[in-house]
């Protein structure tokens, strides 16, 4: 690995680990795009830089949590089941889902399909958007953790999936996106501390490679904060249409271009 492709990778994480586009679809197609073997480094690689989002989710929301400590509960309870779903599958979802290539491409289409779905159930008026993140109750923060343990296969996107299910809830956009903010950072935190401890052996013999891992940490910081900033203004004015687009053509792209 060179330091502009930790840089691009560092890049990509930054964006769309916040978006509803699935992070981990992105990181294996561009590795894929940059001829960037799956080794245990490249692996070990792709779990580091996600401390960087980590990281920007903290220095964006560290006062609202303070201001809103009620809200740590909920976001608890809506980690449990993921992590319980993640550390009960972890083999499978290392070793299966992740080389799964037409997993992917499925999920990119039927979460995208959901995204145009919600926003046409949303403009005939069948669902509406009211609802504050601070009103979240501990049945919608179960449901929440419930359903963002599907986002363990790739392509789904841990985001986009959590930000749906509050929308079906009444939740505005922003708020949905905000919740999924903050929710990330306990599930990936803990995803990323379960991957170091499996890795560790790993990192001991890859101390030459610090300055690569750091270059992608800060990429992946700067670019994973700005975004989340413009995400949460977008939504404001703007729907998941898009997005849904979006994800449905990556999917024609990749299945067409698939060897």
Do not use: C
Not at 158 to 187: C, E, N
Not at 238 to 244: D, H, T
């Amino acid at each position: 690995m060179t330091i502009l492709q930790s840089i691009i990778l560092g890049i990509v994480e930054g964006i769309t680990e916040f978006l509803p586009v699935s992070s981990t679809a992105h990181l294996i197609i561009i590795s894929k795009f940059l001829r960037l073997p799956q080794t245990d480094f490249q692996k070990f690689f792709e779990v580091f830089i996600q401390s960087g989002a980590i990281f920007a989710v903290v220095l964006l929301y560290f006062n609202y949590i303070l201001k809103n400590t009620k809200l740590i509960s909920k976001l608890l309870i809506s980690f449990f089941p993921t992590a319980i779903v993640g550390f009960l599958l972890y083999k499978i979802i290392k070793n299966i889902f992740f080389e799964s290539f037409i997993l992917i491409i499925f999920a990119l289409i039927i979460v995208g399909l959901l995204f145009i779905f919600i926003e046409y159930l949303i403009k005939n008026k069948k669902v509406r958007l009211q609802k504050n993140i601070n009103y979240l109750t501990t049945f919608e923060a179960i449901l929440v953790g419930l359903v963002q343990s599907i986002a363990v296969i790739p392509g789904v996107s841990r985001s986009g999936i959590v930000m749906l299910i509050m929308m079906v809830r009444g939740y505005k956009r922003d708020q949905a996106a905000q919740y999924s903010f903050l929710l990330a950072a306990p599930t990936i935190f803990a995803a990323s501390l379960y991957d170091f401890f499996k890795m560790r052996s790993i990192f001991a013999t890859s101390t030459q490679y610090l300055p690569l891992l750091l270059i992608g940490f800060i990429a992946s910081f700067i670019v994973a904060y700005i975004v989340m900033k413009w995400f949460i203004n977008y939504l404001q004015n703007n729907s998941l249409f898009y997005f849904g687009i979006y994800r449905i053509g990556l999917a024609i792209i990749l299945l067409i271009s698939r060897p």
